[in-house]
């Protein structure tokens, strides 16, 4: 992060514009909006500031910019055309620890200002660093089309129960109330104009003491293979209501970071043969949080019940008598074979395709070779690196053909992606000379050959 985002109270403080243009009434009516006083430097003015200077909503002063101008500024903005200028505002201001902007100039800003999206009072910022102005711009398109209309008069009602609802409520109760008031049946009422109606609903929802907000839950989320866009709505949302979050190796980084910033996180391992926490202690452990009266998101690489042990989690928690739901995800196999360009049925090639662990109870693999060693069937090892000599030999012993087309797919969905293909005899091989990184996904079957034909939609290496 380049900048430190804040939001400025400048409500009746002294703000200095330099510049008369188009440019700098943008960022003057900007001031002014937060309730600065401005006062513009220029030699002359565009129609716009005429206007503000006519209605006596600035102050203006012709005369070229001295250091003196910034004495008691609150914040300097520079946006004439002459950088000579800009530099100079830039650099006096920097000196008088001022904060300042200079107009397309982010080298020389000591802030700047993001794309804002208004709800009164609600304010939404977007911003790129000054990396690339146009992308905020866009984002905020988009979230301008997300933000219901009837945000800022929802705010204002929030507002004004604030102080009710806090001497009501412990803070944990408070939080989970105003996220029910704020995104159900109340903020509805309000969406649709129906703010009387609101407000006797916030009353009696207020007056009710028989509601008790105070019981934990566990949510068993899949998170996808990495990939944060492939999260679905829910998971994303309870991940920024969770009290706690307790996470898997396999859960990425990007996803973490999409977690409520105050949440607790957990890391509960679970690397091969190096279990960072048994599973009967993960059980244990989303039990008490959940007693703790917490929201407790247990986070899982992919879907919670392929591969992911859910079964067993929420088992504890049904005898527990613990509230929980399971949030589905993307699984490694879905994810792995679109980003790698690999169907794994086609109607042509496979009808059939089964997922299969490869994890090695004491050195043996006890799969039903022949059922898996069918034609026109596609294979999908989860975890079957360090069995990768055993399972394309046994598959091969079994009846498939040594010339079978075979991938492995490396961090599936992530930047780091990587795709090795190769066939059933020649696969072992391959991967031993690869240095492949873990997690990866094995797939088998004659829809590999289809990749060379629909690779070209993956991800830039
Ligand atoms: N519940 C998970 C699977 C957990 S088992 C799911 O539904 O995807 C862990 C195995 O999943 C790993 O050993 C690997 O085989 C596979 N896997 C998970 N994420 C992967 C990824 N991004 N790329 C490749 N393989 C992945």
Redesign the pocket.
């Known amino acids: 992060m380049d900048f430190l985002p804040i939001f400025l109270d400048i409500r009746e403080q002294p703000c200095l514009v330099v510049g008369g243009g188009e440019v700098a009434a943008r960022k003057c009516a900007l001031l002014l909006r937060a309730g600065a006083r401005v006062t513009v430097l220029a030699p002359s003015l565009c129609a716009a500031l005429d206007a503000d200077l006519a209605a006596a909503r600035i102050a203006h002063r012709v005369a070229s910019f001295r250091q003196e101008d910034l004495e008691g500024m609150a914040v300097a903005i520079a946006a004439t055309s002459d950088q000579a200028v800009n530099r100079a505002v830039a650099a006096a201001a920097r000196a008088r620890r001022i904060p300042v902007n200079v107009v397309d100039q982010p080298a020389l800003c000591s802030f700047i200002l993001p794309s804002i999206i208004e709800r009164a009072p609600l304010v939404v910022a977007v911003s790129s660093g000054g990396a690339s102005p146009v992308l905020a711009r866009l984002l905020r398109a988009r979230l301008e089309s997300l933000i219901p209309a009837g945000y800022g008069r929802l705010a204002e009602l929030a507002g004004a129960y604030r102080d009710r609802v806090k001497a009501r409520f412990k803070p944990a109760e408070r939080r989970r109330f105003w996220e029910r008031a704020l995104q159900g049946p109340i903020a509805e009422l309000v969406f649709s104009g129906r703010d009387a109606e609101a407000r006797e609903a916030l009353e009696a929802t207020l007056e009710d003491t028989r509601l008790s907000f105070s019981g934990g839950e566990v949510s068993l989320v ?1 998170a ?3 990939d944060p866009d492939l999260l679905t709505f829910r998971a994303l949302r309870l991940m920024q209501q969770a009290d706690v979050v307790v996470y ?1 190796r ?1 859960v ?1 980084q990007p996803i973490l970071n999409l977690v409520r910033l105050e949440a607790e996180r957990i890391y509960a391992g ?1 690397e ?1 043969a190096q279990h960072a926490l048994p599973q009967e202690d993960i059980n244990q452990l989303l039990v008490r949080l959940a007693r703790e009266g917490k929201r407790v998101v247990r986070l ?9 042990r ?1 079964g067993e989690e929420i088992d504890t928690l049904a005898a527990e008598g613990i509230p929980f739901q399971v949030v589905p ?5 879905a ?2 074979a679109s980003y790698a360009g690999i169907p794994l049925t086609h109607r042509d090639y496979a009808q059939s395709v089964v997922f299969v ?3 090695m109870q004491d050195g043996s693999m006890n799969l039903n070779w022949r059922s898996l060693a069918q034609p026109r069937q596609t294979i999908v ?5 360090v069995g990768i000599d055993v399972l394309c030999r046994e598959l091969a012993a079994h009846g498939l053909p040594a010339a079978t087309p075979a991938a492995l ?6 930047p780091q ?1 990587r795709v090795l293909t190769a066939t059933l005899e020649s696969l072992p091989d391959l991967v031993r000379r690869s240095s492949v990184k ?5 797939i088998i079957g004659e829809v590999v050959t289809l990749r060379d034909r629909l690779k070209w939609f993956e991800p830039a290496a």
């Open positions: 899949g996808g293979p990495g898997d396999l990425s679970k091969r899982k690489g992919g879907d919670p019940f392929i591969f992911g859910g995800g993307i699984t490694a196999a994810g792995c662990t490869g994890h090892f989860y975890m079957g690196l797919i490396q961090q599936g969905t992530t992606q873990a997690p990866t996904l094995i």
